[in-house]
C-alpha cells in the first residue's frame, strides 16, 4: 500500500506547483512547462518533448497538467491514492471457508466450543500462531469458560488481520 503523503509534503509540492503554475490559474500548460525546463540547467527540452511530458502525466486529458496530476507524476503514485477497493465478497466466503476448515478439525459442528490448548494449534496451523496474551486475552475473558467459540474465534481473526493490514502500512 502506497504511504499517505503529510501535509508538509503536500506543501512542498504545492509550491512547487504554484511556481510552475506562473499564471496561477490552477494548471500547469505546456508552455508554462517549457518555461520551467527552459530555466533548469542543461539542454532544455524542446516544446514537443515538453508536450510529450504532459501528455503522458495528463490523466484527464484536458491538455494541461493539475495538481492532482502534477503530485502523481512527482511521486509514481496516484494522487489522490487509491480507495483500497472492498474486499470482493468471493474472497470474504473462501477466507471464512478456510477458517471454518481449521476449526471443524476441532469441533465439526462450528456450534461448540475448542479449549485454548486446541486454539493455539489450530492458529499455528492457520500460519497464524498466537502468543499467551492474546490467548489469556482472548480465552479467558471472552466467556470466562476457558473455551473459545467459532464466532469469537472468527472475530478474533478477522480483527486481527485488520490491526496487520494497519500496521504494515508503516513497514
Ligand atoms: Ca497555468
Ligand atoms: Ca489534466
Given at each position: 500500500?502506497?504511504?499517505?503523503?503529510?501535509?508538509?509534503?503536500?506543501?512542498?509540492?504545492?509550491?512547487?506547483?504554484?511556481?510552475?503554475?506562473?499564471?496561477?490559474?490552477?494548471?500547469i500548460?505546456v508552455?508554462?512547462?517549457?518555461?520551467?525546463?527552459?530555466?533548469?540547467?542543461?539542454?532544455?527540452?524542446?516544446?514537443?518533448?515538453?508536450?510529450?511530458?504532459?501528455?503522458?502525466v495528463d490523466?484527464?486529458?484536458?491538455?494541461?497538467?493539475?495538481?492532482?496530476?502534477?503530485?502523481?507524476?512527482?511521486?509514481?503514485?496516484?494522487?489522490?491514492?487509491?480507495?483500497?477497493?472492498?474486499k470482493?465478497?468471493?474472497?470474504?466466503?473462501?477466507?471464512?471457508?478456510?477458517?471454518?476448515?481449521a476449526?471443524?478439525q476441532y469441533?465439526?459442528?462450528?456450534?461448540?466450543?475448542?479449549?485454548?490448548?486446541?486454539?493455539?494449534q489450530?492458529?499455528?496451523?492457520?500460519?497464524?500462531?498466537?502468543n499467551?496474551?492474546?490467548?489469556?486475552?482472548?480465552?479467558?475473558?471472552?466467556?470466562?469458560?476457558?473455551?473459545?467459540?467459532?464466532?469469537?474465534?472468527?472475530?478474533?481473526?478477522?480483527?486481527?488481520?485488520?490491526?496487520?493490514?494497519?500496521?504494515?502500512?508503516?513497514?
Amino acid at each position: 500500500m502506497a504511504r499517505a503523503l503529510s501535509p508538509e509534503e503536500i506543501q512542498v509540492f504545492k509550491d512547487l506547483f504554484d511556481s510552475y503554475d506562473s499564471d496561477k490559474g490552477g494548471n500547469i500548460t505546456v508552455e508554462e512547462f517549457a518555461k520551467v525546463m527552459s530555466q533548469t540547467p542543461g539542454q532544455p527540452p524542446s516544446e514537443a518533448e515538453v508536450a510529450q511530458i504532459v501528455k503522458e502525466v495528463d490523466l484527464d486529458g484536458d491538455g494541461t497538467i493539475n495538481f492532482n496530476e502534477f503530485i502523481t507524476m512527482m511521486t509514481g503514485q496516484p494522487y489522490p491514492p487509491k480507495v483500497e477497493e472492498e474486499k470482493q465478497p468471493e474472497q470474504q466466503v473462501e477466507e471464512d471457508a478456510e477458517y471454518a476448515t481449521a476449526w471443524k478439525q476441532y469441533e465439526p459442528s462450528l456450534n461448540g466450543s475448542i479449549t485454548a490448548s486446541q486454539f493455539r494449534q489450530l492458529m499455528a496451523e492457520l500460519g497464524e500462531p498466537v502468543n499467551d496474551v492474546e490467548v489469556e486475552q482472548l480465552i479467558n475473558n471472552v466467556d470466562g469458560e476457558g473455551k473459545l467459540s467459532y464466532k469469537e474465534f472468527l472475530h478474533f481473526v478477522k480483527s486481527r488481520n485488520v490491526e496487520d493490514d494497519i500496521l504494515s502500512g508503516y513497514q
